[in-house]
């Protein structure tokens, strides 16, 4: 198996090179971006066709653009810059199947056809795992979005929601005017009245494919760097039962491929200030947008194995969950190791050798000189990436386990209880009791993220 200080470790290397070399090819000042960003061009200022580091990073990456929009809005037109921008981008829509030879011939009773006809499109584009790919239709309501939800899921996309920015978007008699379709007015304030707001599970920075992949490496070789130590060998052995240290690796189980921070929790818009949440100027402004998380450490207990972030300023103003510590911790312990879900389980070997065509892994260790034991404390400390929880334990729990032992930091710091501390040579690992253990790594961690939603 490789680690990060070997097999892993050169792999991150020979990334770091490549994302150096890309980072610099993306510097405006350096080289002629692929295509010259503009912002002239009126309702078309997202950030996913203006910001040049989110788009040399979406390019690099897979991400489905799901387009909302009622007819005549500007949904086509905005596809057609995603076009313009990310070359080779996979436009599916229904108006494509009502286009024979270049003219336009809806039949309504071929609708199903026509939405067939998309998803299939869009299917085959994530197999090919192309990096981008674009749903063009109207998507007034959620469920013509569950099947792109879902395939995003099962092939590892991102999905970004996008609706144009038009003031017409919501009157009916200029959209009536504007729409290349003759959709008549009463139709599309029919439509308007079914409007849907959607709102996702969590809104959240999300890695690619490549860097999950690659974090989750990195995680392990720690965690497998750790299990050197007896103290720490033993004490996992005895709240995991196992003895065999490659069983111990796969103690922790991950559902789902992609790796993410979570911002805020919005529960599809159950959490009563999530539309608040929504509605904010810097959320509205971040969203599609790419941001650097910084890894400062792992946290490993019996339940759950995270990665601690630490968000900068511009993150911070994203942050909406708790402000501080934690008031309850979940009861529940986990269940010993059973039989695990094959199908959710992401097996190392498998990661080591499968390499994601098309997409680009961004992390980068540098080294890091001074240990903070102290690294995030405050709002937006509970950030951080659940790279694995034991068997019957929620990935809610990561955040709560961290925040536990904030507290625990906070205490040694004033003095308090002394903590066991082992330095050894990729940083310092600490025991705050109760088989809670954290890795302050000797390596700034930096990896790319899309700030968007699950839906
Ligand atoms: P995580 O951010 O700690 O990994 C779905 O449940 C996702 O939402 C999980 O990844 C989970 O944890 C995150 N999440 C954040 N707050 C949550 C909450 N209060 N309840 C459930 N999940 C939450």
């Given at each position: ?40 061009k ?89 990096n ?13 979005m ?45 439509k ?63 559902r ?15 959490v ?83 390499h ?8 980068i ?36 386990d ?6 625990c ?47």
């Amino acid at each position: 198996m490789g680690l990060i200080f070997g097999k892993a470790q050169d792999e991150v290397q020979v990334k770091n090179k490549t994302i150096e070399t890309a980072t610099e090819q993306c510097h405006p000042a350096t080289v002629e971006p692929e295509k010259k960003v503009t912002t002239s061009k009126q309702y078309l200022n997202f950030t996913f066709l203006i910001d040049p580091s989110t788009v040399d990073y979406i390019r690099t990456s897979k991400t489905i653009f799901i387009l909302r929009g009622l007819a005549g809005s500007g949904k086509s037109t905005i596809a057609k810059e995603i076009e313009e921008t990310y070359k080779g981008a996979v436009i599916c829509s229904a108006d494509q199947f009502f286009t024979v030879r270049g003219r336009y011939m809806f039949n309504p009773k071929k609708l199903r056809e026509a939405h067939e006809y998309c998803q299939e499109k869009a299917r085959r584009a994530c197999i090919r795992n192309e990096n981008v790919i674009v749903i063009d239709n109207t998507n007034v309501q959620k469920w013509p979005m569950e099947y792109y939800f879902l395939l995003a899921f099962k092939t590892c996309y991102t999905v970004v929601l996008v609706e144009p920015q038009t003031p017409w978007k919501d009157d009916p008699l200029f959209l009536s005017i504007k729409n290349q379709h003759n959709v008549r007015e009463d139709t599309i304030q029919k439509k308007l009245e079914q409007w849907e707001t959607v709102l996702p599970l969590y809104f959240g920075w999300f890695l690619n494919e490549s860097d999950s992949r690659m974090l989750l490496l990195v995680g392990q070789a720690y965690l497998e760097e750790c299990l050197k130590l007896p103290e720490f060998e033993e004490d996992f052995q005895s709240f995991s039962s196992l003895e065999d240290k490659s069983e111990m690796l796969e103690y922790y189980t991950k559902r789902g491929k992609l790796l993410h921070c979570t911002a805020k929790f919005c529960k599809c818009g159950e959490v009563p200030d999530a539309l608040e949440y929504t509605s904010k100027r810097d959320v509205l402004e971040a969203y599609g947008k790419c941001y650097d998380l910084n890894v400062v450490g792992f946290v490993i207990t019996p339940r759950t194995f995270g990665a601690r972030v630490k968000l900068n300023s511009e993150e911070m103003k994203l942050w909406g969950g708790e402000l501080s510590s934690a008031t309850s911790s979940p009861q529940n312990s986990p269940r010993m190791k059973q039989k695990r879900n094959a199908d959710l389980y992401i097996d190392v070997r498998d990661r080591e050798s499968k390499h994601v065509p098309n997409c680009q892994a961004s992390l980068i260790c540098l080294p890091e000189t001074d240990i903070s034991l102290q690294p995030t404390k405050g709002f937006g400390s509970k950030a951080h990436i659940t790279l694995g929880c034991a068997d019957g334990i929620q990935p809610v729990t990561t955040g709560l386990d961290l925040l536990d032992v904030i507290d625990c930091e906070a205490l040694s710091h004033e003095g308090g209880e002394s903590v066991k501390t082992f330095t050894f040579s990729r940083g310092i690992l600490r025991n705050y009791g109760q088989s809670r253990w954290v890795l302050y790594p000797n390596q700034k961690i930096l990896v790319k993220s899309v700030f968007t939603g699950n839906y």
